[in-house]
C-alpha cells in the first residue's frame, strides 16, 4: 500500500477547496479506505460507483446517509467523495 502523508493529503483538500484543510478523522479514513480497497475487489468497484454519480444521485446518497444518522451538507459529501478519489489514486 504506497500511503500518503497527512500533508499530502490535507495539502490536495486544501488546494481543491480553497480552505485550511486538516482534519485528522478523515486521514483515518482515507488510510482504512485504501486498505480495504486494496484487498477487496467489491468495496473498489463500489467506491468507483460512487464517484460516478450525478447530482440528483448525490442527493439520494446524502438522504441515505441521513436517514441511517449521518447529517452531511453538501459540501461535506463533496469533500468525502473528494477523499474516496484521492485514495483511489494509492489503491494498488
Known amino acids: 500500500m504506497d500511503k500518503p502523508t497527512k500533508?499530502?493529503?490535507y495539502d490536495y483538500m486544501s488546494i481543491k477547496y480553497n480552505v485550511k484543510y486538516k482534519d485528522k478523522e478523515t486521514y483515518e479514513l482515507l488510510l482504512e479506505t485504501i486498505e480495504q480497497a486494496s484487498s477487496n475487489d467489491e468495496i473498489l468497484y463500489g467506491l468507483i460507483d460512487l464517484l460516478s454519480m450525478s447530482k440528483v444521485d448525490r442527493l439520494i446518497y446524502r438522504n441515505s446517509l441521513a436517514?441511517?444518522?449521518k447529517?452531511?451538507?453538501p459540501?461535506?459529501?463533496d469533500m468525502y467523495l473528494s477523499m474516496i478519489e484521492y485514495a483511489l489514486d494509492h489503491v494498488h
Do not use: R
Request: charged content about 35%; glycine content about 8%.
Open 67 to 69: 436517514e441511517s444518522g
Open 71 to 73: 447529517e452531511l451538507t
Open 75 to 77: 459540501k461535506q459529501v
Open 7 to 9: 500533508k499530502s493529503f
